[in-house]
């Protein structure tokens, strides 16, 4: 199965800031079949990027996706209160899908 | 607005069963499949298996198959997951909508809140 391993584990951002964080595939994720979801505690996962790039149901424009093969990006410019929360990655183009650990995104 | 809110925290012993609920709004129950995910605490997430509200058809991973059900209600837009507990079962379980075609899991759109099941002697 495919191993996906998010870095940083924490990131520290300030409000404003830029945040950037990676999910790296142990093997080639098939047509960029790569989501990002957000979890605050509490509170329901939400879908903010599927297909690599393309932004979830009412998710702003400073949330966006990048990258192809067995690197990906979800980068977070201007960062607002409400995105800090724990985010993570899933593969969904072989199976079994599978999901990363999770980098936690707190407030520095 | 899409909405699926999960039943209550749960304690259970081991050998036990329990039985988790999950009631969607804002869309048509019928029209998406609903599967359950385990989230175990440290550990990352694991697709469990499915249920096609539409036909009542049920899918199941591997490593769930044959202690856990998956149904779903269409008169009360309500999916349920019922599984026989073992003490690795603790976690948060979540029910999550998103498509499946030919053996292939896709992205989850909408997410219920989780539900913390805990198992302990």
């Known amino acids: 199965e495919i191993v996906l391993t998010q870095s940083p584990g924490t990131l520290s951002v300030s409000p404003g800031a830029r945040a950037t964080l990676s999910c790296r595939a142990s093997?080639?994720?098939?047509?960029?079949?790569l989501a990002w979801y957000q979890r605050k505690p509490g509170q329901a996962p939400r879908l903010v990027i599927y297909?690599?790039?393309t932004r979830g149901t009412a998710i702003p424009d400073r949330f966006s996706g990048s990258g192809s093969g067995t690197d990906f990006t979800l980068t977070i410019s201007r960062l607002e209160p409400e995105d800090f929360a724990v985010y993570y990655c899933?593969?969904?183009?072989?199976?079994?899908?599978?999901f990363g650990q999770g980098t936690k995104l707190e407030i520095k | 607005e899409v909405q699926m809110i999960q039943s209550g925290a749960e304690v259970k012993k081991p050998g036990s069963t329990v039985k988790i609920s999950c009631k969607v709004s804002?869309?048509?129950?019928?029209?998406?499949?609903l599967h359950w995910l385990q989230q175990a605490p440290g550990k990352r997430f694991e697709w469990m298996g499915l249920?096609?509200?539409?036909?009542?058809?049920s899918i199941y991973a591997e490593r769930f198959q044959g202690r856990v059900s998956i149904t779903a209600d269409t008169s009360r837009d309500t999916a349920y997951m019922e599984m026989t507990l073992t003490s690795e079962d603790t976690a948060e379980y979540f029910c999550?909508?998103?498509?499946?075609?030919?053996?292939?899991?896709?992205?989850?759109?909408?997410w219920g809140q989780g539900t913390l099941v805990t198992v302990s002697s």
């Open positions: 999550a909508t998103g498509a499946y075609s030919s053996g292939l899991i896709y992205f989850f759109d909408y």
């Open positions: 249920v096609d509200p539409s036909d009542g058809s």
């Open positions: 093997q080639s994720v098939s047509r960029g079949k």
């Open positions: 297909g690599a790039s």
């Open positions: 804002g869309y048509t129950f019928s029209d998406f499949f």
């Open positions: 899933h593969q969904y183009g072989t199976s079994p899908s599978t």
